[in-house]
């Protein structure tokens, strides 16, 4: 149950098919050449735009992998010590995953696009046992020793200053007889493999627990669902997908673009990428397609080899769909995978779907669907609860069309957090008998709030408010987090500020809730405020333009029964969004702004 087995088999079955091609920054005259690097032990290969990438095979990533595992099992890793990962996505991360994962470790990855005070947070949350990390992490480790006091096994990537441990170059040294000589540990299926931290966009960043059948799961179904199999060629935008990439023996050309901020991207570097390989498809973010969709429109062009994107972490509107739609081959499909870190993937839609049938209702106020479950997954929609519900039984199931919170379960569902374990409480639900455990981190067998049986499942509360159509699809509603509740009506934040998002004025929207106007400090009514960013910010430096907008959109307001009752209208220049993808909404940081403005 060890998802690297996996790069074993392609190692004996496509041993010198490329695995991993990473881009350099050099280019040069001669091309379509294959040379060695003097400088490192990867091949290079010329690409026809002139572009050096570092490539590896299957063959010799799995021995570079087995390289890591060896080097780390022999300096005194063993099954269940936390490893933080922090590693520069290319052809060393790859290696050091798969080397971590074959070690036993329990691999700690943070998305470095949270923000550094954050990214800190988490690693003082997880109590990490060492660091597999660039230089630079492990000189802010040693700055900050004292809030990593169990970090004992520390491996350099780079360069090695004034601290100890090994480094990944003696690891790449060891012979084959060294590695031959080492045994490595053999996982249980319910092994913990890695804790893997949410983005923490709606609260606190959480450590979610992924077992070794958790990756093994994904990978299958993410496989079967989208037909990915060996031979075809994706371009990653999120380093993780490079490791299923290489799981499900399809060669990863990794982008040219800052991982942590892939709206920054320069769309010619994806171009190029996608002609030089022969790129079939990309699992990336919508703030790089938008970008892309865009250049190719202005510039008629078209990548003919993609037949299929890949499209998550932040939601895809409708424009942004047709631009990527309009910018691979014709008949390619843009899929919308649905999940969270904790359940992933979860559901699915399509372009075609989207386009032709969804994305109309979606206009009007009828949320986003994000269509039907994975087979493996089962889903539920229930009556909105904000405090914890312990057991299923204690749950009120809803009928379709009514909204609520959806809940999942499934063998690709994280069990637990293993950091800010209270959130068990309010996060996860059992099925069947539990017994009450609480304990540290360090020991896995005990960190759960609710332990389940052997004989009871696990579902996990999404945090998303939406209903199921008469096919099982779920429309996507918002946040819970983010609907405001009056005195006798709820307004969701998706298909409120759908409204809006019509007018060719507005850029953003965004519903947040205000106390009622000289209410009880402990009054849990909330009045609706729709917040506006408009296309052009320069309304925001008038006040006659600015009421003008607002005019306009109390007209607009008055013409859907869902927002009709919204009385209160703000402008703001520009809305405070995620460093990642720019595109989702802090709306409690907008709350607090409306609150102040309006002297609630």
């Known amino acids: 149950m060890n998802v690297a087995h996996r790069l074993e088999k392609l190692a004996q079955t496509q041993p010198d098919v490329i695995a991993v091609a990473?881009?350099?920054?050099?280019?040069?005259?001669?091309?379509?050449?294959?040379?060695?690097?003097?400088?490192?032990?990867?091949?290079?290969?010329?690409?026809?735009?002139?572009?050096?990438?570092?490539?590896?095979t299957f063959r010799e990533l799995n021995e570079y992998a087995n390289k890591i595992a060896a080097g780390l099992i022999r300096m005194g890793v063993k099954p269940g010590h936390k490893i933080a990962a922090l590693v520069t996505p290319g052809i060393d991360f790859v290696a050091s995953v798969f080397g971590l994962l074959k070690s036993g470790a329990v691999m700690i990855l943070i998305d470095p696009g949270m923000g550094g005070k954050n990214l800190l947070k988490c690693l003082t949350d997880a109590d990490p046992d060492g660091f597999f990390a660039i230089s630079k992490v492990h000189a802010i480790r040693c700055f900050l020793r004292r809030r990593f006091p169990h970090a004992k096994y520390n491996v350099t990537v780079g360069r090695r200053w004034f601290w100890g441990g090994k480094t990944l170059s003696q690891f790449r040294k060891l012979n084959a007889q060294d590695v031959a000589n080492t045994p490595f540990p053999e996982p249980e299926p319910n092994d913990p493999a890695a804790i893997i931290f949410t983005t923490g966009s709606t609260g606190p960043s959480k450590g979610v627990l992924y077992l070794h059948k958790t990756f093994e799961k994904q990978v299958d179904e993410i496989a079967r669902q989208y037909g990915i199999k060996p031979g075809q060629i994706d371009l990653p935008g999120f380093p993780m997908f490079g490791l299923f990439n290489c799981a499900m023996g399809s060669t990863a050309v990794l982008p040219d673009l800052d991982a942590s901020r892939p709206a920054s991207v320069d769309p010619r570097n994806i171009i190029e990428a996608v002609r030089d390989w022969g790129v079939t498809q990309s699992f990336g973010s919508p703030a790089i397609w938008k970008k892309v969709g865009q250049y190719c429109a202005e510039h008629g062009q078209r990548l003919e080899s993609v037949k299929m994107i890949l499209s998550a972490g932040a939601p895809v509107l409708e424009p942004v769909m047709r631009t990527m739609v309009n910018c691979i081959q014709e008949g390619g499909v843009v899929h919308t995978p649905y999940g969270a870190t904790e359940a992933l993937p979860t559901a699915t839609n399509d372009s075609n779907t989207i386009l032709s049938e969804t994305a109309p209702k979606t206009?009007?106020?009828?949320?986003?669907?994000?269509?039907?479950?994975?087979?493996?997954?089962?889903?539920?929609?229930?009556?909105?609860?904000?405090?914890?519900?312990?057991?299923?039984?204690?749950?009120?199931?809803?009928?379709?069309?009514?909204?609520?919170?959806?809940?999942?379960?499934?063998?690709?569902?994280?069990?637990?957090?293993?950091?800010?374990?209270?959130?068990?409480?309010?996060?996860?639900?059992?099925?069947?008998?539990?017994?009450?455990?609480?304990?540290?981190?360090?020991?896995?067998?005990?960190?759960?709030?609710?332990l389940p049986t052997a004989s009871s499942l696990i579902w996990h509360r999404m945090g998303d408010v939406g209903y199921l159509d008469d096919k099982d699809r779920f429309w996507f509603c918002?946040?819970?987090?983010?609907?405001?509740?009056?005195?006798?009506?709820?307004?969701?934040?998706?298909?409120?500020?759908?409204?809006?998002?019509?007018?060719?004025?507005?850029?953003?929207?965004a519903l947040v809730g205000v106390p009622e106007e000289n209410a009880p400090a402990d009054s849990p009514v909330r009045v609706p405020v729709m917040i506006i960013e408009p296309k052009d910010p320069s309304i925001c430096n008038s006040a006659s333009r600015t009421e003008?907008?607002?005019?306009?959109?109390?007209?607009?307001?008055?013409?859907n029964p869902l927002t009709q009752d919204i009385t209160l209208f703000l402008v703001h220049p520009s809305f405070p969004v995620d460093i990642r993808h720019n595109a989702k909404i802090f709306r409690e940081k907008l709350a607090i702004w409306a609150q102040k403005v309006l002297n609630r």
Not at 38 to 51: D, N, Y
Not at 548 to 559: D, F, N, P, Q
């Open 363 to 450: 206009r009007v106020g009828a949320g986003v669907c994000v269509g039907n479950h994975f087979p493996s997954i089962q889903w539920k929609v229930i009556k909105i609860v904000d405090g914890p519900i312990p057991t299923l039984d204690q749950i009120e199931e809803l009928p379709p069309g009514e909204i609520g919170e959806l809940i999942v379960t499934g063998p690709q569902i994280s069990p637990q957090y293993v950091t800010r374990l209270d959130a068990n409480a309010t996060g996860k639900i059992i099925e069947g008998k539990r017994q009450e455990a609480r304990g540290s981190s360090k020991d896995f067998s005990t960190a759960y709030c609710l």
């Open 22 to 56: 990473q881009p350099t920054r050099k280019y040069v005259k001669q091309k379509s050449a294959e040379f060695k690097s003097s400088r490192s032990c990867f091949a290079c290969k010329v690409m026809p735009s002139g572009r050096v990438y570092k490539t590896i």
């Open 478 to 509: 918002g946040r819970m987090a983010h609907r405001v509740v009056g005195k006798d009506k709820t307004w969701f934040s998706i298909p409120t500020e759908a409204i809006f998002l019509q007018s060719e004025l507005v850029n953003r929207a």
């Open 548 to 559: 003008e907008l607002i005019g306009k959109m109390r007209e607009l307001a008055k013409t």
